[in-house]
């Protein structure tokens, strides 16, 4: 079945350093979804990329999926501590018979030290 | 329009007893889900209904039951609770299966003992 994989786990970094997680599909997907998690709650939807090379921003995020529809990465510059969280990557690819399936990656935890 | 809403919040079982947990949503989306959340394991996909009337096995289905009850009402049955069923368990929707982003609810807190 589809597998989406996404690196680091985790991440710690420093108040106003960069941060990036990448986010890999075994199988061409139709469209990537990000999702940030804060702790304690539940995930909450942050942007869906779906055509090839599509970069999208969103203030400080920055958000990229692959020419090949199959990898992506969200980019956070000078993080504050209100990113603290986990963010997940969801590859929604066709699974036949006329359904789609939306998996998950296991998310990347992000720690902001003040 | 309160989204997608689950009780209980919280929740203690002894090993083999039952219940159910209930997920309601009020945006008129088709697709539901049920999804556990372990440490380090993201979210697994339990069971889903693609639509009102339809439920399909998702990557985790044992020692669950669902039943959409109509369009708004998807809920979760454990039949016979064990501890491996200690999770955080999310109910989601979404309006079609193709493109759309999916609404988390707040989540129940299982624990089995």
């Known amino acids: 079945g589809q597998q989406v994989m996404q690196i680091p786990q985790y991440q710690h970094v420093q108040e106003g350093e960069d941060f990036t997680t990448y986010c890999n599909s075994s199988?061409?997907?139709?469209?990537i979804q990000w999702y940030k998690q804060r702790p304690g709650g539940h995930p909450v939807f942050l942007i869906q990329l779906v055509k090839s090379g599509e970069v999208k921003k969103q203030k400080r995020l920055t958000f990229q999926f692959g020419e090949a529809k199959k990898n992506s990465s969200l980019h956070i510059t000078a993080t504050q501590t209100t990113d603290v969280g986990t963010y997940f990557c969801?590859?929604?690819?066709?699974?036949?018979?006329?359904?789609?399936?939306?998996?998950f990656g296991k998310g990347t935890k992000l720690s902001v030290i003040p | 329009n309160a989204g997608v809403t689950q009780t209980p919040k919280f929740q203690v079982l002894k090993t083999g007893q039952s219940m159910t947990l209930q997920c309601a949503q009020d945006m008129n989306h088709n697709s539901m889900y049920w999804y556990r959340q372990d440490p380090g394991m993201g979210l697994r996909l339990i069971y889903y209904?693609?639509?009102?009337?339809?439920?399909d096995k998702g990557e985790v289905p044992n020692g669950y039951n669902v039943s959409r009850l109509n369009k708004r009402e998807f809920s979760l049955r454990l039949e016979s609770a064990a501890p491996s069923q200690t999770s955080v368990y999310f109910c989601?929707?979404?309006?079609?299966?193709?493109?759309?982003?999916?609404?988390f609810g707040p989540g129940t807190r299982l624990t089995v003992l």
């Open positions: 209904s693609a639509s009102e009337g339809t439920t």
């Open positions: 989601a929707s979404r309006l079609g299966q193709d493109t759309d982003t999916q609404y």
């Open positions: 199988t061409t997907l139709s469209n």
């Open positions: 969801a590859g929604l690819a066709f699974s036949g018979a006329g359904s789609y399936q939306l998996t």
